[in-house]
């Protein structure tokens, strides 16, 4: 019972988060003028209405904008996800690769890229951006091949580096992230509609933020590299690239100030605070005494799992109770097993409510944590969730829980012994969701 109430708390976090009702109050056609995000475009003078859907929550946000604006869109394509993608109307429908991109993202970018060209200032382009957008459009740098470029993706991402440094250096590893969408489609009035998947809403690490300002450099990508110590394992055709910006043989991103941005807008239509806040008020309406811990979580997986089982287990406030997080963790990935960062954080909190040697509590606890986009890692689990009082016995002996850990394999684990939390796409993603239930 506990579990699936903590299910129903997280599904009206995604629910929130749902692009129909975001891009209804953003985007309409009110007597001959096209109202996007506040600003006014007379359809009279309008030339072309180009739209842009990057990412895993484009197909429904392209949805919404052919609800809303349908009849005048000239051009539109929708990138997104393998298996992610609904009937559409006036889009031209791309599916590709994420976490890691591949030939489909490559094509996506040079499609993209070639419908921004020769745009004139009575022409608009409308990008509805989303996560996952850094994978799924993306290019080859001179020198490179798609095989260098995947594999310095996946040192990246299995490194522990936060979404903002991988997002950091993809953004010098090609030329559509990091405002060159912007600059490629300059002089046209460009407006970007954006669902955030990263903690703290940095508008610039979103999806690379193709269309705003890049504050970070080659110089900033080339530590990163090095911090991680992936510049060591990087092919010598990446290095030379990062070498090259490094010694101004390649135009930096566009910086804030620069002219290109003249006439942009961007604005975030939805966030993990949001989801939070529609958790929080299922919580209260469920019944429990309800408290959002942490809205900004980032860190290690592992620690921050065990950090929030103790925060739970020495709980003294009014019960029942419904503890919230929400961000997103990193993993350093060692291990040869089969997760994501939302199931191992689960399968972390239970290894060390098992080390606290507590299966005789009184005390009832469910802990699920679940990304709101429906995937977790390279699994078709959204996250996973277990209850204290429902642990098989086989499992009260943390040793099979310890193995599983240090091989990185909790899908397998928790296929096994339940607790798989699986949504399929949700065509929204505003990162991860962790909720403790405490009876």
């Known amino acids: 019972m506990f579990t699936k109430q903590a299910y129903e708390i997280f599904a009206a ?28 475009n007379d ?105 260098e470029i995947q594999e310095t993706s996946a040192l990246l991402i299995n490194s522990g580096a936060t979404i903002n440094e991988i997002n950091t250096v993809r953004k010098h590893l090609s030329f559509l992230k990091g405002g060159q969408l912007a600059k490629a ?16 809403d940095d508008i610039s690490s979103i999806a690379s933020g193709p269309t705003v300002p890049d504050s970070s450099t080659f110089k900033d990508a080339f530590q990163i590299l090095k911090k991680y110590n992936i510049w060591v394992q990087t092919a010598e055709s990446v290095k030379n690239h990062i070498t090259r910006g490094l010694n101004n043989e390649i135009d930096e991103t566009p910086k804030p100030g620069s002219l290109i941005f003249k006439n942009t807008v961007a604005k975030i239509i939805a966030n993990n605070q949001l989801a939070l806040e529609a958790a929080f008020q299922k919580a209260v309406k469920l019944g429990y ?16 799992a065990r950090e929030f089982i103790h925060y739970v287990l020495q709980y003294k406030g009014d019960l029942p109770a419904c503890i919230l997080m929400g961000g997103e963790t ?16 689960v399968l972390s909190a239970l290894h060390e409510w098992q080390q606290c040697n507590l299966s005789g509590t009184v005390r009832d606890i469910t802990i699920l944590s679940a990304g709101t986009d429906g995937t977790d890692g390279p699994t078709d689990a ?58």
């Open 13 to 40: 976090a995604v629910d929130t988060a749902q692009p129909e009702n975001l891009l209804r109050k953003n985007v309409s056609i009110k007597q001959g003028v096209l109202h996007i995000a506040g600003q006014q």
């Open 43 to 147: 359809i009279a003078t309008l030339n072309r209405f180009l739209v842009f859907a990057i990412g895993k929550a484009a197909p429904a946000m392209a949805k919404a904008v052919e609800k809303q604006a349908g009849k005048i869109i000239s051009e539109g394509y929708c990138v997104t996800k393998y298996k992610h993608a609904i009937p559409l109307t006036h889009f031209q429908i791309i599916e590709a690769a994420h976490p890691v991109p591949d030939e489909n993202s490559v094509k996506a970018g040079e499609i993209i890229l070639n419908r921004l060209q020769q745009l004139t200032e009575a022409d608009i382009v409308l990008f509805l951006i989303s996560g996952g957008a850094s994978s799924l459009l993306a290019d080859v740098p001179e020198g490179c091949t798609l095989e």
């Open 185 to 200: 489609a300059y002089p046209a009035k460009i407006v970007s509609l954006i669902i955030s998947d990263v903690t703290g």
């Open 289 to 304: 005494h309800s408290l959002i811990l942490n809205d900004t979580l980032t860190g290690n997986t592992e620690k921050k």
């Open 330 to 345: 990193t993993l350093n990935v060692s291990g040869i097993g089969k997760g994501g960062r939302n199931q191992h954080f």
């Open 382 to 439: 959204a996250g996973a969730a277990f209850n204290t009082k429902s642990i098989p016995a086989i499992l009260l002996n943390d040793k099979i829980t310890a193995a599983s850990l240090a091989q990185f394999d909790s899908y397998n684990y928790f296929t096994k012994y339940g607790g798989l939390i699986v949504t399929g796409p949700t065509q929204t993603n505003v990162m991860d969701i962790v909720i403790a239930l405490i009876h």
